[in-house]
């Protein structure tokens, strides 16, 4: 079984430009979930979503946005890119809304 | 807000010896689970504490979560070169808001 796939895996960006990272959850899982991550520390929650709706968000600016597909699929768009921005990106998904997480591999942004 | 509090946040320790990983809250809550991250991977999960008082074991890794279920710690008995990692809390919600603790980075040294 295919577990959850993030791409791109690398990226690189200038400041101002936007980008958007894609995710698909293992399937069957409801729930997806973005996080980033600077190294050596834990993730820090951006969004949550659950049947295609959003059930959560973190402490992020408007510039970060979000949506979940019919087939639970997830996008994660940033605009406006910042330095700061530069991070690993990591996707979750789960079969419920507080199950256990299962993770990609991420997508590591750099911004120049 | 950081709602969970994890220490030591970092951990170097010579093979053999044993260590205990921290993670505090000031609330209560419902759930906590413990995951495990390897550099260039995702966190895999370890363990899901539900109950106050609860422990769980998993080989040499023991669980704990705290009687007025706002503390759990994890202790690994005889560390080897295998369990370096990034160890996290992730703090249990259905308010939709899931929360780590910064993370503890263990290096274990043959």
């Known amino acids: 079984d295919a577990g959850v796939t993030q791409s791109p895996t690398h990226l690189i960006k200038t400041r101002g430009q936007q980008v958007t990272l894609r995710c698909s959850p293992i399937?069957?899982?409801?729930?997806v979930s973005w996080y980033q991550q600077v190294l050596g520390q834990g993730p820090q929650f951006i969004f949550q979503?659950?049947?295609?709706?959003?059930?959560g968000r973190g402490n992020f600016p408007d510039r970060f946005s979000a949506r979940q597909f019919p087939n639970y699929s997830s996008e994660l768009n940033v605009n406006a890119l910042l330095l700061g921005d530069s991070a690993l990106y990591l996707c979750?998904?789960?079969?419920?809304?507080?199950?256990?997480?299962?993770f990609g591999e991420g997508s590591r942004l750099t911004v120049l | 807000t950081q709602l969970l509090e994890q220490s030591p946040q970092f951990l170097s320790i010579q093979e053999g010896e044993n260590l205990t990983v921290y993670c505090n809250s000031s609330s209560v809550f419902s759930s906590l689970q413990w995951y495990r991250q390897e550099p260039g991977e995702g966190p895999v999960l370890l363990v899901t504490v539900v109950t106050g008082g609860e422990v769980k074991k998993l080989k040499r890794l023991t669980f704990q979560f705290g009687d007025a279920r706002k503390d759990s710690s994890l202790h690994i008995t005889a560390a080897q070169p295998g369990d370096t990692g990034l160890y996290l809390c992730?703090?249990?919600?259905?308010?939709?808001?899931?929360?780590f603790g910064q993370g503890t980075t263990l290096q274990v040294k043959p």
């Open positions: 992730l703090r249990g919600s259905n308010t939709g808001k899931l929360i």
């Open positions: 399937s069957g899982h409801k729930s």
């Open positions: 979503y659950y049947e295609k709706e959003e059930r």
């Open positions: 979750a998904s789960s079969s419920l809304l507080a199950g256990e997480l299962f």
